[in-house]
């Protein structure tokens, strides 16, 4: 295992020892140096960092609908106001929670405890939010900072509980008056779940963190926690279930009693963070392809897709305003709906209820951007991208990359010259290494189409810088440029290619088969053999026919890519593993399952080559039709 002074590797892929030991390990390894934060004390209330600190009762904290908050901190975040959302946060901060157990909590204490939680794991998501948005080193660290206090109040509170479950429980007593009622026990119950929960959440969100800075093995071992406690928490909501305790709520009737109205609120709120975390864990894994399965073996379980499709749409059934994993989890049944379940139209309703409800979020906006272009619908795509970008005022590193996205759709229209400012303001000032070494790809392509090839050569030169290991896109750049370097040009087949394929992928069929017209002319008129070429071209042919429903020609093509080209090609073996998967589409479309099933088992036995994992995912989705 690859480590020096207890720090883990930061291969992609952890290696059998490194993930026996976090299978085998109670503590957890060491963050990088720049990510480490002091530790929490609660008890110093002149720390900064602390956030667990004693102060006066907030004065817009509504005893009586403690959840009151919600709706605004929810219009605040998904519209990109960090500054706002932090503020209405901050009031609460000022509550500590005061020694002892949970068995004898009052009902507005027990309430109020919920509410805290939700706050903390608020806190945190803002945090998480600009983490991912603004990319700076810094805001990473704070984020980590918030967490650890999320975590801290969380354990807390799961103190108190098992504090042999008889002592007594308050708040700050500048708080609560002395007239609270004695609430029953369901009520620790559910701070209980509540605070697993937490704890699940945060450790979630420290691994996306660390997965995003390719922190793999630190990552790793937060998804695991992540997911233990979540099938803690599971375990803890069937309990409570079966007693009649939780219940899903949809309606809520201001005129009843507030504390009967806020124990609704509260178990919606939990049964919508368990349904998301549940949901997303299922079928996320179950849907890895077989290069990750070590992940599969490290959580435990290997997911289960019917399963976590079903709870990812339990959650987005509940309100949106008010139940924040309720959005989380529309979002997610959006890209099952359009990516998984081939129920578009379902996808597109949703999108617009989401639209309806927060009509200026840079955040939706971007995520309609990005369906409406893998549909093919670009003009339209563009449009809620460049929405986004304005709404996005108040982040310029967003506005940076929402760019780059607008240059995407550019780049696919072939509107090279258009294009060519907005990749390089990324490539120049973003902070983030996402897209930079895909985006140099493509900007070469554009110096090149537009007479700027000495521009093409010196990026392409600089482009190994920007390469992140094991990533696909960047693997792809870097192959293609250095093939580039070595042959000093893109070939009439290069060019020709690329203008087809993008404009496939923007669904313009009719535009990318007349330049497949063209590409055919150039390699039969060729005096050299061009089996690579060849193969490429009937790939693609056969691509497009699949997509505008000609299957027979689609077939007829893809049996040549595999058949007549596959077996001599010499670096785009590429080829060979994705025709078999657009024939194994066709053969779904035929109903042919038999052969479908065949397609797959031959795709299985090629690896290494160019967007496996990607092709690993649709193999996955493949299966559940054979």
Not at 71 to 90: G, V
Not at 144 to 172: F, P, W, Y
Not at 467 to 485: C, E, G, H, I, W
Request: glycine residues 4%; proline residues 3%; charged residues 20%.
């Amino acid at each position: 295992m690859a480590t020096n002074n207890n720090i883990f590797s930061t291969n992609l892929q952890p290696t059998t020892e490194e993930i026996n030991q976090l299978l085998s390990s109670n503590s957890p390894p060491p963050l990088p140096t720049s990510w480490s934060s002091k530790p929490i004390n609660n008890n110093n209330n002149n720390n900064n960092n602390n956030l667990l600190q004693q102060d006066s009762t907030p004065t817009n904290l509504n005893l009586n609908h403690p959840f009151s908050f919600i709706p605004t901190l929810m219009n605040y975040l998904w519209n990109i106001k960090f500054d706002e959302a932090e503020n209405l946060l901050r009031p609460y901060l000022a509550i500590t929670l005061q020694s002892t157990t949970m068995n004898t909590i009052t009902s507005e204490e027990s309430l109020i405890v919920s509410a805290l939680l939700l706050v903390y794991t608020a806190y945190g998501e803002v945090g998480f939010w600009k983490a991912v948005l603004s990319e700076s080193e810094e805001t990473y660290q704070s984020i980590m900072l918030r967490i650890e206090s999320s975590e801290a109040l969380a354990q807390q509170i799961l103190q108190m509980h098992s504090k042999g479950k008889k002592t007594k429980a308050s708040l700050i007593s500048s708080v609560f008056g002395s007239s609270s009622t004695i609430v029953p026990n369901a009520s620790s119950r559910k701070i209980h779940l509540q605070a697993i929960l937490t704890l699940a959440e945060s450790d979630l969100a420290r691994s996306m963190l660390l997965f995003r800075r390719q922190y793999v093995v630190y990552a790793s071992y937060y998804l695991r926690k992540s997911w233990k406690e979540y099938e803690q928490a599971r375990d803890i909501a069937r309990e409570l279930e079966q007693d009649g305790e939780l219940v899903k709520s949809t309606e809520l009737n201001e005129d009843q009693n507030s504390t009967i109205n806020n124990e609704k609120i509260r178990s919606n709120l939990i049964i919508t963070q368990l349904s998301f975390g549940l949901g997303a864990f299922n079928y996320l894994v179950s849907t890895l392809p077989p290069m990750f399965k070590w992940i599969v073996e490290l959580l435990g379980f290997e997911g289960n897709s019917q399963y976590g499709c079903e709870k990812l749409l339990e959650a987005s059934s509940f309100d949106l305003k008010s139940i924040p994993r309720a959005v989380w989890g529309c979002i997610a049944s959006v890209g099952l709906r359009w990516f998984f379940l081939d129920q578009k139209q379902e996808a597109y309703n949703q999108l617009e209820l989401l639209l309806s409800i927060y009509p200026n979020s840079a955040i939706i906006q971007s995520f309609c951007g990005n369906i409406y272009r893998r549909d093919g619908k670009i003009e339209k795509s563009t449009d809620f991208f460049k929405q986004a970008q304005e709404n996005a005022n108040t982040l310029p590193q967003m506005q940076i990359t929402i760019g780059y996205e607008l240059a995407t759709n550019l780049f696919l229209f072939n509107k090279f010259e258009e294009a060519i400012p907005l990749i390089e303001r990324y490539l120049e000032k973003s902070t983030s290494t996402n897209f930079k070494a895909y985006g140099a790809y493509k900007l070469g392509f554009c110096y090149w189409m537009t007479n700027n090839k000495d521009k093409t050569f010196s990026l392409f030169s600089r482009l190994p810088d920007w390469v992140r290991p094991n990533m696909a896109y960047d693997t792809f750049a870097f192959r293609k440029s250095q093939k580039f370097l070595t042959q000093g040009n893109f070939s009439s087949f290069d060019e020709l290619y690329l203008l087809a394929s993008n404009l496939t992928d923007a669904k313009r069929f009719d535009e990318a088969i007349e330049i497949l017209i063209k590409i055919r002319k150039t390699l039969l008129t060729s005096k050299t053999e061009l089996i690579d070429e060849f193969a490429q071209y009937h790939y693609l042919k056969g691509l497009i026919f699949r997509e505008i429903e000609n299957i027979e020609k689609a077939r007829k093509s893809l049996h040549k890519a595999i058949c007549d080209f596959g077996p001599n090609i010499r670096e785009e073996i590429w080829v060979v593993p994705h025709s078999y998967i657009e024939l194994c589409e066709c053969y779904v479309k035929l109903n042919d399952l038999t052969k479908a099933r065949e397609c797959i088992n031959r795709t299985k036995k090629f690896t290494k080559y160019d967007f496996e994992k990607q092709l690993g995912i649709r193999i996955k989705k493949l299966q559940s039709f054979c």
